[in-house]
């Protein structure tokens, strides 16, 4: 079975300009989970979908935003975009349950210049 | 919210040698992931450690739950080892869960 796919792997962007990231989970997985990695820190989270409803968000600007389609599939969207959102996107799928542990893709590399 | 530590940041070994890393969790916590990050930003499952030990290959962990820590054991270390180790613990947030990160241990193996 295929992992979690991210797409695309690299972006590069200027300030103020709109992003969109997207991130297929793992078959049979039903719940999607958003995470920002700056350099040298550590994954934090930004939002989970299960069953196309957001289910959890973190503290993040509403400038992120993101949604989940029928087939499970989830799009990551930042507007006006900041130097500061450049990071290393993650998206990571589990089955729901909170024993599941979380399978992650490869990421999306974005920078703001 | 549950605070995750991890010890140490850096760690530098020659090949061959045996290293422990450390993650304390300030909650108690029903699961306990770790992970590898290699250089190209991959995140990796290791484990995922209640508590007990588990054992894969040249990699172990063992999670003390009553005791709110969780070792990482490798042994033998190679090249292909270097890269960042993060432990995460869940914490429940409304209806959602997410996973709060340490901020990893950066470990380098050298030839």
């Known amino acids: 079975d295929a992992g979690v796919t991210q797409s695309p792997t690299h972006l590069i962007k200027t300030r103020g300009q709109h992003v969109t990231l997207r991130c297929s989970p793992i078959s049979g997985h039903k719940s999607v989970s958003w995470y920002q990695q700056v350099l040298g820190q550590g994954p934090q989270f930004i939002f989970q979908?299960?069953?196309?409803?957001?289910?959890g968000r973190g503290n993040f600007p509403d400038r992120f935003s993101a949604r989940q389609f029928p087939n499970y599939s989830s799009e990551l969207n930042v507007n006006a975009l900041l130097l500061g959102d450049s990071a290393l996107y993650l998206c990571?799928?589990?089955?729901?349950?909170?024993?599941?542990?979380?399978?992650f893709g490869n990421g999306t590399r974005l920078t703001v210049t | 919210g549950i605070q995750v530590e991890q010890s140490p940041p850096d760690l530098i070994l020659q090949e061959g040698a045996n290293s422990t890393l450390r993650c304390n969790f300030s909650?108690?916590?029903?699961?306990l992931q770790w992970f590898h990050q290699n250089p190209w930003g991959q995140l990796i499952n290791l484990f995922y450690?209640?508590?007990g030990t588990k054992q894969n290959g040249r990699l172990s962990a063992t999670t003390v739950a009553t005791e709110r820590y969780s070792l990482l054991y490798i042994s033998s270390s190679q090249t292909t080892d270097s890269g960042v180790y993060f432990c995460a613990a869940p914490t429940t947030q409304g209806g959602s869960e997410k996973l709060v990160f340490g901020k990893g241990t950066k470990l380098t193996v050298n030839p």
């Open positions: 909650d108690s916590v029903n699961n």
């Open positions: 990571a799928s589990s089955g729901w349950s909170y024993n599941s542990p979380l399978h």
């Open positions: 979908y299960y069953e196309k409803e957001e289910r």
């Open positions: 450690i209640p508590s």
